[in-house]
């Protein structure tokens, strides 16, 4: 099926529930691919890989208004290529990452954008902090001048009937840290992909991530 035809029903699924950001998880998707997903309105692209990334927003670069989103694990070593080409780091789960962003960001006008990555579905092998770490790390973020907090992000557990008590404990996570955190821009809770966009929905996302359903099943070889 065409990404025109994979998107419009994905659009008209969330018609009732619009998220403040359709994400398109573009890993493994080439350059030429989603240059066609901007022709068709969309900005928001989230990477999972540094190298892949930088390639594809050479290739994109006469494109106007992409919003560049890091949504993979993070090493330490990449921290000032993040900060430098990312707009966002959805992924950022440990004080030592969020120092390390902030000092490469200094010098760049607008500051970076940053999620805290919770490990919810208690899946060991995912990234992401413990849901206890997240007022510590939280205020350690807001005291630095070149991030801007904008919320939580995660990945659920993949069984249906857990990822629900996931999205909700989610949502009362993010609710605790805007009524603790008041003097941050609190507006982004980032959760839901392609197997359960509609339940994150319901219950609070406003941020979906989206690869599968729009771009089909891919491989690294796909690049
Ligand atoms: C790949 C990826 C997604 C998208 O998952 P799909 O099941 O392909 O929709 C969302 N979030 C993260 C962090 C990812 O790595």
Request: with cysteine.
């Amino acid at each position: 099926m065409p990404l025109a035809e994979r998107l419009a029903h994905v659009q008209c699924a969330i018609a009732d529930h619009p998220p403040q950001c359709l994400l398109a998880a573009s890993k493994h998707v080439t350059a030429e691919t989603l240059r066609g997903a901007y022709a068709l309105g969309l900005r928001h692209f989230g990477e999972n890989y540094l190298q892949e990334a930088l390639d594809k927003q050479t290739a994109l670069r006469d494109l106007d208004g992409v919003v560049w989103h890091f949504i993979g694990r993070i090493q330490r070593n990449k921290t000032a290529a993040l900060a430098r080409h990312f707009d966002w780091v959805e992924s950022v789960d440990r004080p030592l990452i969020a120092e390390r962003l902030h000092a490469a960001r200094a010098g760049m006008v607008a500051p970076l954008n940053v999620l805290i990555e919770v490990a919810i579905s208690g899946e060991g092998s995912k990234g992401g902090c413990a849901p206890e770490e997240v007022p510590v790390l939280a205020l350690a973020i807001s005291r630095l001048s070149h991030l801007r907090l904008r919320g939580l992000m995660a990945l659920v557990h993949p069984q249906p009937e857990r990822a629900g008590a996931d999205f909700r404990r989610m949502a009362e996570l993010f609710l605790t840290l805007q009524q603790t955190q008041v003097h941050a821009d609190l507006d982004t809770l980032s959760m839901g992909t392609s197997a359960d966009y509609l339940q994150a929905l319901q219950l609070g996302a406003t941020e979906i991530r989206l690869g599968t359903i729009l771009f089909g099943t891919r491989t690294q070889e796909s690049l």
